[in-house]
Each structure stands twice: as structure tokens, then as C-alpha cells.
């Protein structure tokens, strides 16, 4: 459905009247954009210009910006008039910036063209929904029906986040090689309407978007955190997007994928897609969800982010490609935990507890043998102090229960009884663990070891080694399997370097099989 002439005047009207009512926000502006390299472009994202859009759009005037209102088409009239000035091109029909659906509601595109003659007719999508839920009502607030909500971080921080990317991108000289569209999309309130029409009718066949980036709700972000979903649609997109993480955000990397923002009908047509997000809160589709509580640096931080992905993927020489599987791992991040081994229960292997207070003083004096185990079979007793284990020398009772755990199955244990020291063969119960770690490999991260579960008191654990960690080599090294990993780790008596990511982030830990940290600790048993 086309709008009529009478309308589009309506809404550019409506637009300057607003813009007249509120002298600080940024229809006033003249926007000044440097052009040139990517860092210099990020720099343009400013909290001051996030901070006029953010007020723009969830001002009371616009009464909420429900899609199909005179709030919603002034919303819509003042972003176009942004990708104007930026100089963007309108990405719709006959040159126009609207996509129009049923019963009276728009899309908004324009795009960036490719500067690769090849490569340009694939695209990269960067998107968010500009409409919220008006006064509410009995199906869409979760606050006082009839007040204004005006959507502060629902979703004008998306969009304002969104229209910063567009302009950045839009001086981004050269362009990216693949054409870049960028999307506001209408009715997402109503049940993704917007969206869900465009993959209907779409500019340019679905199958030509290689990439979707979904920014909704991107201003509440907690200090250097936000969940980022949706990394599980493409093989290796995990570390894909890490490798862009420059501002060091602390990402959340959730396994839930849910049909809740626009992000899903791309996903349903095999697009792998994301979805930015800084959690839900307390104003959530409520009246209070008001500018005075956004984190505008953040919409900063993410933005860059966001900025920074776009042009990745529409410079990279090949992108990662659609994960079927990822079809069947829809549901709640908590329904989607990672499937892994049980916990890791300290193997018994000797059966002593050894006395606090002086493993505290570097001594490990025996309090009390299991009878039946390992320990009593070889002949230690209470009161007996251990020396040496497996001919290391033991003081740090840290370096012990390491000892313990990691040692081969047939020892020999120096202990001191009375004045004399005697050597006793012991035989251990059950295998070695060596470093104390266990991983899992997954399609959607090829090449890359997710850390599962490590044992407390492990040499993994003293040396940093934590649940949720991608160790993406080993000794400088990528091993093909788990098997060449388990030998890596087993052959190796000194110290490994990991190279690992973890929330985003990348860093190197050297894992050791002793350390002399000293840590509090209970009387332990083994």
C-alpha cells in the first residue's frame, strides 16, 4: 500500500512542528561527518548525537511511536530526514525511502552500494524496529495502560544506534565492497510485521544477504557487558565477531534464539543473523522506560561495535556460512545450556585427609587414612608426614593435591615417621587427569576447544583455565582432534600457552602442573 501525497505532507509537517517544540533535539543540527578511514569514522559516533536521537524519538510528543500514528510517521519522517542530510540513498521502490505494507505502516531502507563490482550485489543488513506500543494496552504493556511509553531503550536506542552506523558508514571512504542496507523497520510491536513483510517482498532476493545484524535494546548496558545471540547461526561466527570486538565489551554470548525481534524472519530464510541486545529490565514495555535512565555511552560502545562488524563482513573475502542445526537450538538461553559432561568429582585417589593448620606451615601431616584405600594398602598412617610425591618434593599443599591428581598410577611416597624417612610404593586409584580440565567440541566453533568443567583444586584451575573459555591454541599450536589435544596436553611437562577468548575477549594463560600459590584452605581430603 502506497501512502497518499496528503500523508507524506502530513508527517513532514508533523516532523517540523516536533523538531519546532523540542529547540535542543537533533533535527536542528548540521551534521559535519569526516570522512575517510574506518577509525576515524567510529570516532564519529558521539554520545551527543545518540543522546538527540534517543530524545527525539521517545519524546512524550510522539506519544509513543505505535506504528500507523501520527507519532509513528513523524518518527519515521525524522529519521529519513537524518539519512538525508548524511547522505544516504533510498533503498525502496521508485527511488522512495518507504516500503509501505498493510494497513498503513512503513519500513524505512536505504543503502550503502558496494565499491567491489563483484561483490556488490551480496549484502550486509543492519537494522532495527523504530515503532514501540504508543499508550499500551492490555496485550503490550506490562505498566499502567494509557500513559504514554515512550521507549526510551524499546527501541529508540536501536534505532538511534542504527542511524549513527548508517551515517558513519555513509563516509566510510572507499565504501565497503559489499553493498550494505540498512533497515528501521515498522509494526515490530505488532508481531514483526515489518520484517516479516520485507522477507516477503524483499528489495533484493533474501538469498543475496549474507549477513543481518539486529540492534534492539542496546541502551542499558551494564559496565563493559551486553548478550549478543544468534553467534550459533554460522560456523565460526563466535570468533568472527570477537575479532572486531576492539572496544573490548565484555559479550555475553547467549545460546538462546528466540522469535522476538526482527532478527528471526531472516533467520527462518537461512540468513545467519544476530541480535544485539543489553537485557531486559524492570521499564520494560512500561511507562518508565524513559530517557533519564539510558546509558548513552553504551549505545556508544555498541554502535562502534556494530559499525565495526558491518564493514568486516562486507570487506571479508568469505563470510560464515548458515548452520543447519542452528534450526533446532531455538528456546531459552537456559533450555540451551551447553551440553556437557557432569561435574568433575575429585577423585579419592589416595584416601588421606592431612591437617590444615600445618599444611598452612608447608607440612603435610596425615590425620586420617580411609580404610581400604590407597593409602592404607601402601601402609601410611596418621601422624605421618609426606615429603616427597612421585619424587617431587611436596611443601605448598596446593602442589599436592596438583600431585595427586595428575600422577601416574604406581608411585613412590618419601614420608617421614617418628625420626625416620621410608619410601612406600603406592598404587593410586583411578587414571590421571593431568591438567584438571574438561572441553567439548562444537560445530559452530571449528577448530576451537570449549572449556566444560575443571576440577577444583586442578592445575587448570590455579592457573586460570575457567568454564566457558574457547582455547583456540595450545602451545602455538591448533590440534586437528581431541585426541592430538589430549596428547598435547599429556606429553607435556612444562608449561602450555593458551591462547583463548572468553566473553569476546582475548588473552593467553600458561597452564602449569605446579605452581607455589598459596591459597586458604579447609582440611582436604584426597
Given at each position: 500500500m502506497r501512502q497518499s501525497i496528503v500523508e507524506r505532507t502530513l508527517s513532514q509537517l508533523l516532523l517540523a512542528v516536533l523538531s519546532l517544540a523540542a529547540p535542543t533535539f537533533a533535527a536542528e543540527r548540521v551534521i559535519i561527518r569526516p570522512s575517510g578511514s574506518l577509525d576515524k569514522v567510529a570516532e564519529s559516533i558521539t554520545t551527543a548525537e545518540l543522546l538527540d536521537h534517543v530524545k527525539f524519538l521517545a519524546s512524550d510528543t510522539l506519544e509513543g511511536r505505535e506504528a500507523g500514528t501520527q507519532g509513528g510517521y513523524a518518527a519515521g519522517a525524522y529519521i529519513v530526514e537524518e539519512l538525508r542530510k548524511a547522505g544516504l540513498k533510498p533503498a525502496a521502490e521508485d527511488g522512495d525511502w518507504y516500503q509501505y505494507f498493510y494497513p498503513n505502516f512503513r519500513n524505512i531502507l536505504a543503502v550503502i552500494p558496494g565499491s567491489d563490482e563483484a561483490l556488490r550485489r551480496e549484502y550486509v543488513l543492519v537494522g532495527g524496529h523504530y515503532?514501540?506500543?504508543?499508550?499500551?494496552?492490555?496485550?503490550?504493556?506490562?505498566?499502567?495502560?494509557?500513559?504514554?511509553?515512550?521507549?526510551?531503550?524499546?527501541?529508540?536506542?536501536?534505532?538511534?544506534?542504527?542511524?549513527?552506523?548508517?551515517?558513519?558508514?555513509?563516509?566510510?571512504?572507499?565504501?565497503?565492497?559489499?553493498?550494505?542496507?540498512?533497515?528501521?523497520?515498522?509494526?515490530?510491536?505488532?508481531?514483526?510485521?515489518?520484517?516479516?513483510?520485507?522477507?516477503?517482498?524483499?528489495?533484493?532476493?533474501?538469498?543475496?544477504?549474507?549477513?543481518?545484524i539486529n540492534a534492539d535494546m542496546i541502551g542499558r548496558l551494564a559496565p563493559g557487558r551486553f548478550e549478543l545471540s544468534g553467534w550459533r547461526t554460522a560456523f565460526g561466527m563466535r570468533q568472527f565477531l570477537a575479532r572486531e570486538n576492539t572496544g573490548k565489551l565484555e559479550i555475553d554470548f547467549t545460546r538462546g534464539y528466540r522469535p522476538d525481534s526482527d532478527h528471526y524472519p531472516f533467520f527462518e530464510r537461512n540468513v545467519p543473523s544476530l541480535m544485539f541486545h543489553t537485557g531486559k529490565h524492570d521499564d520494560y514495555h512500561?511507562?518508565?522506560?524513559?530517557?533519564?535512565?539510558?546509558?548513552?555511552?553504551?549505545?556508544?560502545?555498541?554502535?562502534?561495535?556494530?559499525?565495526?562488524?558491518?564493514?568486516?563482513?562486507?570487506?571479508?573475502?568469505?563470510?560464515p556460512k548458515f548452520r543447519p542445526r542452528s534450526k533446532a537450538e531455538i528456546g531459552d538461553a537456559e533450555q540451551l545450556a551447553a551440553v556437557a559432561p557432569g561435574n568433575i568429582r575429585q577423585p579419592s585417589r589416595l584416601g588421606i585427609s592431612y591437617d590444615?593448620?600445618?599444611?598452612?606451615?608447608?607440612?603435610?601431616?596425615?590425620?586420617?587414612?580411609?580404610?581400604?584405600?590407597?593409602?592404607?594398602?601402601?601402609?601410611?598412617?596418621?601422624?605421618?608426614?609426606?615429603?616427597?610425591?612421585?619424587?617431587?618434593?611436596?611443601?605448598?599443599?596446593?602442589?599436592?593435591?596438583?600431585?595427586?591428581?595428575?600422577?601416574?598410577?604406581?608411585?613412590?611416597?618419601?614420608?617421614?615417621?617418628?625420626?625416620?624417612?621410608?619410601?612406600?610404593?603406592?598404587?593410586?586409584?583411578?587414571?590421571?587427569?593431568?591438567?584438571?580440565?574438561?572441553?567439548?567440541?562444537?560445530?559452530?566453533?571449528?577448530?576451537?576447544?570449549?572449556?566444560?568443567?575443571?576440577?577444583?583444586?586442578?592445575?587448570?584451575?590455579?592457573?586460570?583455565?575457567?568454564?566457558?573459555?574457547?582455547?583456540?591454541?595450545?602451545?602455538?599450536?591448533?590440534?586437528?582432534?581431541?585426541?592430538?589435544?589430549?596428547?598435547?596436553?599429556?606429553?607435556?611437562?612444562?608449561?602450555?600457552?593458551?591462547?583463548?577468548?572468553?566473553?569476546?575477549?582475548?588473552?593467553?594463560?600458561?597452564?602449569?602442573?605446579?605452581?607455589?600459590?598459596?591459597?586458604?584452605?579447609?582440611?582436604?581430603?584426597?
Open positions: 515503532d514501540h506500543v504508543g499508550y499500551g494496552n492490555q496485550f503490550n504493556s506490562r505498566g499502567t495502560i494509557g500513559l504514554i511509553h515512550n521507549g526510551a531503550d524499546d527501541n529508540a536506542s536501536g534505532s538511534s544506534g542504527v542511524l549513527e552506523v548508517a551515517e558513519a558508514l555513509a563516509s566510510l571512504k572507499p565504501a565497503p565492497k559489499r553493498s550494505i542496507l540498512i533497515a528501521f523497520w515498522d509494526g515490530e510491536e505488532k508481531g514483526l510485521l515489518g520484517s516479516k513483510f520485507y522477507v516477503d517482498s524483499p528489495l533484493v532476493p533474501v538469498e543475496q544477504t549474507k549477513f543481518h512500561k511507562s518508565s522506560d524513559d530517557v533519564d535512565k539510558i546509558n548513552v555511552d553504551g549505545i556508544r560502545n555498541v554502535s562502534q561495535f556494530m559499525l565495526r562488524l558491518a564493514v568486516a563482513a562486507a570487506n571479508a573475502e568469505t563470510l590444615a593448620e600445618l599444611s598452612e606451615e608447608r607440612r603435610i601431616v596425615i590425620t586420617r587414612v580411609m580404610p581400604g584405600s590407597p593409602a592404607d594398602n601402601a601402609g601410611l598412617r596418621p601422624g605421618d608426614e609426606i615429603l616427597e610425591f612421585d619424587l617431587e618434593p611436596v611443601s605448598e599443599h596446593e602442589d599436592f593435591r596438583a600431585l595427586v591428581l595428575t600422577a601416574g598410577r604406581k608411585i613412590k611416597v618419601l614420608i617421614k615417621r617418628g625420626d625416620e624417612k621410608q619410601t612406600l610404593d603406592v598404587e593410586l586409584r583411578g587414571q590421571p587427569v593431568v591438567f584438571g580440565f574438561q572441553w567439548q567440541r562444537d560445530d559452530a566453533e571449528p577448530d576451537v576447544f570449549s572449556v566444560t568443567r575443571v576440577l577444583p583444586g586442578s592445575p587448570a584451575e590455579r592457573s586460570g583455565v575457567k568454564p566457558g573459555q574457547r582455547i583456540l591454541k595450545a602451545a602455538d599450536q591448533v590440534p586437528k582432534d581431541e585426541e592430538a589435544f589430549r596428547q598435547l596436553l599429556a606429553k607435556t611437562r612444562g608449561p602450555i600457552k593458551l591462547d583463548i577468548e572468553f566473553n569476546g575477549l582475548f588473552n593467553e594463560l600458561e597452564l602449569n602442573r605446579l605452581q607455589t600459590a598459596r591459597r586458604d584452605s579447609a582440611t582436604t581430603t584426597k
